[in-house]
């Protein structure tokens, strides 16, 4: 009898060298994170902001052009944005109705549109109806639309465009 062995040294070698390249670039990933280079934290920037930190209890949906995004709490300036589109800017008005259940001493809801460069912020944490916003200062076309959650809880919120 003869003992064939089994040469899968190829194989074995291109496996070690798959998991040192994963390990690379996970260690790279959570590095850039952690420092924040080339990850967009600008709430006002006309770019996908890229939030580090976390927000619990998430409901988010965007279907029929209206935005709902229900959460409980997130961490300190926790970014949430929907991408909406303007068809008519002169005509046409930004609808969010937002309630906060908890809003512990200083803390606040910033809703933000960004298009190019203009980024116009309204503080929505105490709105008592809904707010009505005209969108002349804007273009027709993608607008940001984001929610900067700075301390605020079980929160219920309804955004769209739509004309009057």
């Avoid at 976390?54 to 709490?73: A, E, Q, V």
């Avoid at 503080?123 to 804007?138: A, G, H, Q, R």
Wanted: contains cysteine; negative net charge.
């Amino acid at each position: 009898m003869v003992k064939q062995g089994t040469h899968h040294l190829k194989l074995i070698a291109a496996g070690i060298v798959s998991m040192v390249l994963m390990l690379v670039c996970l260690t790279s990933f959570i590095v850039s994170a952690a420092t924040g280079n080339g990850i967009n934290t600008n709430v006002a920037s006309n770019q996908r902001v890229w939030n580090l930190g976390t927000i619990s209890m998430n409901y988010n949906s965007y279907l029929d052009d209206i935005w709902k995004l229900d959460f409980r709490s997130a961490s300190e300036g926790f970014v949430k944005e929907q991408d909406m589109t303007i068809v008519d800017a002169d005509a046409q008005l930004l609808y969010a109705d937002i309630s906060c259940g908890t809003i512990p001493d200083g803390a606040t809801l910033v809703l933000w549109l960004v298009q190019g460069d203009i980024a116009k912020s309204i503080d929505v944490t105490n709105l008592s109806e809904p707010l009505e916003y005209p969108l002349n200062e804007f273009e027709n076309g993608k607008v940001y639309v984001r929610l900067q959650i700075n301390g605020v809880e079980n929160t219920v919120s309804k955004i769209y465009i739509q004309y009057p």
